[in-house]
């Protein structure tokens, strides 16, 4: 079978050949195709706006070495902003979880846990199966647990009342069966917290080389729509929802639209300009983007139905 890369088409229960999976939220096959990046596929429902990477490219181990793009050396020098993300995680969920046993799922190098464990109402285990978690160092409150998640639902017998996943959900294979896992681990009136990028965002538009859509292990891609409708259809109730990005994350995914033209001095003072009037405008609109789900993060919070 040949292959028409024109970004319009749908293609019918099939790529390259494959059968084609169905989508996890409303098990439609026909997809869009509607980004390429390098050998990878961007195909989108076009029912429900859930997006995935078909041929991911690359492994994990080269992204998080010790001199991969998300390595610590990378993480400590971004410090600042993740600090400034992880504040208001924290404050939408002080908002509606105000104490209880918390599982941190894929905690990374564990600054979230950290900062969440400075209110010592909250008991942490943090769960991290691939990086060493360098931020935790003697915390009473938080344990680490050095697991997947598949291998720790399957046997603990513990119940959470907030689970959260933070920049973790689009790197399963089964999104879906790991939100049916994480409600079986929830109290009866437990809440799941997840961020996941906004891949319908103003900053996937704008920016070229939008450095959230990672096709070297992000399998799935998040819209708000998508994201409430894998919530919805696996019985949650969503009790919050907005977008945001900070300014830092705006500007530097920005900048990548200009990484060829660093020797060229017209294209230099175009650059300026151009980046000038669009950040301007970005300051000015921001609150009104983020209304209209348009931030590059989407963050949510879903509460438990059922009484088990």
């Not at 999976?21 to 990878?40: F, H, M, P, S, W």
């Not at 060493?132 to 998640?149: A, T």
């Not at 994350?249 to 001095?265: E, H, I, M, Q, V």
């Amino acid at each position: 079978m040949s292959v028409d890369y024109n970004l319009q088409k749908i293609y019918l229960g099939c790529w390259e050949g494959k059968k084609m999976q169905r989508c996890l939220t409303c098990e439609n096959v026909d997809y869009k195709l509607i980004k390429t990046i390098g050998k990878a596929h961007i195909l989108e429902c076009p029912n429900c706006s859930l997006a995935f990477t078909d041929n991911v490219t690359s492994t994990k181990q080269k992204l998080y070495g010790k001199s991969g793009p998300y390595s610590f050396a990378g993480y400590k020098n971004n410090e600042d902003n993740q600090i400034k993300r992880i504040e208001r995680f924290i404050e939408a969920i002080r908002s509606l979880v105000l104490s209880g046993r918390v599982l941190d799922v894929g905690g990374g190098y564990g600054l979230f846990s950290k900062e969440l464990a400075v209110h010592s109402e909250y008991t942490i285990d943090c769960l991290e199966p691939n990086l060493s978690v360098r931020y935790i160092d003697g915390e009473k409150n938080i344990k680490v647990l050095k697991k997947s998640f598949e291998s720790f639902a399957k046997k603990t017998k513990k119940k959470y009342d907030l689970i959260t996943f933070i920049d973790v959900l689009e790197h399963f294979h089964n999104p879906d069966e790991i939100i049916v896992q994480a409600k079986k681990l929830l109290t009866k009136k437990g809440h799941l917290f997840i961020v996941a990028p906004n891949y319908q965002s103003l900053m996937a538009k704008l920016c070229k080389n939008w450095a959230w859509w990672m096709v070297e292990d992000h399998y799935y891609h998040f819209s708000p729509k998508s994201l409430r409708s894998l919530l919805l259809n696996n019985g949650f109730r969503i009790e919050y929802a907005t977008t945001f990005e900070t300014f830092l994350d705006f500007k530097k995914n920005l900048d990548g639209n200009y990484l060829r033209r660093r020797n060229d001095y017209w294209l230099k003072i175009k650059k300026i300009l151009s980046e000038a009037l669009t950040l301007a405008g970005y300051l000015i609109t921001r609150p009104i983007l983020w209304s209209f789900q348009k931030g590059g993060l989407i963050l949510m919070i879903a509460k438990k139905n059922g009484k088990s």
